[in-house]
Each structure stands twice: as structure tokens, then as C-alpha cells.
T-cell receptor
């Protein structure tokens, strides 16, 4: 069973809309991450967080923003969706160094 | 250029055969991890090998790490149809405190029944 939950699972939305992708984990992990993945391709880190009130941009430039007000919650927001944002967004968490990640099931976003 | 590159890009084998996937990386690492992804869903962590380890086993999985060649391999023995998935290596860079992982390009494994 997943201990990290992403909603929605699929989202089709029109250009210009504001969207928030939800990610919650029940494991008390301090470190959380957002990755972007196009079909059949590698994952690219777009945001990460060390803990509450700490967020950093990842290696791939993204127009999205994140917040970390509670340990368990790490939502990602797109203020104005564009077709170029169409992708799969994967959220993950980790207890720390030398531990693996636990991934959510992902949100597949399509902007039309 | 990618930190992690895997080969082959795709591999098709028969059930019962062994599958070997390779991963190469460019910079010093603290650990290397392997993940499985089924049909574009979330990734599942398989195994982690630290930079001071050379080999690790977990069930039917065997991972090796050669830091002098900056490469790793994942061996799945006695493969099953359920092993069909994409496999990714990921590296945690040396000295990083955030445990950020850089993922490779992935190997698509198809196990024919």
C-alpha cells in the first residue's frame, strides 16, 4: 500500500487555469521531492524540501511553485497551465541520507 | 549530459532467463539505488548500495558497484513475467546533504511468458 498519496491521478485542464497537485505522506519523512517525467523518459527533479518551511528548486527549471507548511503535505501549484506543462508529476519522500525514496502513484497532467 | 545512463535501453527475454542491466555515472556518489516502474506509475525502491560496498543481494536481485569505473549492474535471476517494467538507477551525489537523487535513462525490460 502507498504511504504517500497523490491526487488527482489524472487531470485534463484548459490553458491558463490554476492547478494544485496534492501530495501527502504519513511516514513523518522530513525530505520530500517533486519529479517530472515524460512518457518513457528519465525523471527530472523540479522541487525539493528539507522540512517545514524549507523549499528549493531542483535541477530542471519549472514554472511551478511548492510549499511546505506541514511535514506531511507538499503541494505543487501551477498558476497558469500551458500545454508545455503536460507531463507526469511524481512526488516522493525520504527519511534522510542513505535511504531510498517512497514514491506516490503520480499525477498525469494534460493541458489542452 | 546525464549523470546516469543505462544500457540496454530495452531488453526482451524469456521467463526463467536472467536479465542484466547496466548503469554508468559521471561524478562521485554516496550511494546508488535501483528502482522499478510499472506502466508509467510511481517508482518502487528495489535496493541501495553504498559507495564503499561492491555487491549486494536482495532475493532474486544482485547489484554490483564499481566506483573506479563509475558503473553498476542489476541482475535479476530466474525472471518472471511480473518483472516486466522499466528499471532506473539513481545516484545520490557525494557530499550532498539533501539526499537528492539523479535518475538514469532507464531500461525497459520485457519478460515473455
Amino acid at each position: 500500500e502507498a504511504d504517500i498519496y497523490q491526487t488527482p491521478r489524472y487531470l485534463v485542464i484548459g490553458t491558463g487555469k490554476k492547478i494544485t497537485l496534492e501530495c501527502s505522506q504519513t511516514m513523518g519523512h522530513d525530505k520530500m521531492y517533486w519529479y517530472q517525467q515524460d512518457p518513457g523518459m528519465e525523471l527530472h527533479l523540479i522541487h525539493y524540501s528539507y522540512g517545514v518551511n524549507s523549499t528549493e528548486k531542483g535541477d530542471l527549471s519549472s514554472e511551478s511553485t511548492v510549499s511546505r507548511i506541514r511535514t506531511e503535505h507538499f503541494p505543487l501549484t501551477l498558476e497558469s497551465a500551458r500545454p508545455s506543462h503536460t507531463s507526469q508529476y511524481l512526488c516522493a519522500s525520504s527519511p534522510g541520507y542513505n535511504y531510498g525514496y517512497t514514491f506516490g502513484s503520480g499525477t498525469r497532467l494534460t493541458v489542452v | 549530459s546525464q549523470q546516469g545512463e543505462e544500457d540496454p535501453q530495452a531488453l526482451s527475454i524469456q521467463e526463467g532467463e536472467n536479465a542484466t542491466m547496466n548503469c554508468s555515472y559521471k561524478t562521485s556518489i554516496n550511494n546508488l539505488q535501483w528502482y522499478r516502474q510499472n506502466s508509467g506509475r510511481g517508482l518502487v525502491h528495489l535496493i541501495l548500495i553504498r559507495s564503499n560496498e561492491r555487491e549486494k543481494h536482495s532475493g532474486r536481485l544482485r547489484v554490483t558497484l564499481d566506483t573506479s569505473k563509475k558503473s553498476s549492474s542489476l541482475l535479476i535471476t530466474a525472471s518472471r513475467a511480473a518483472d516486466t517494467a522499466s528499471y532506473f538507477c539513481a545516484t545520490a551525489l557525494y557530499g550532498g546533504a539533501t539526499n537528492k537523487l539523479i535518475f538514469g535513462t532507464g531500461t525497459l525490460l520485457a519478460v515473455q511468458p
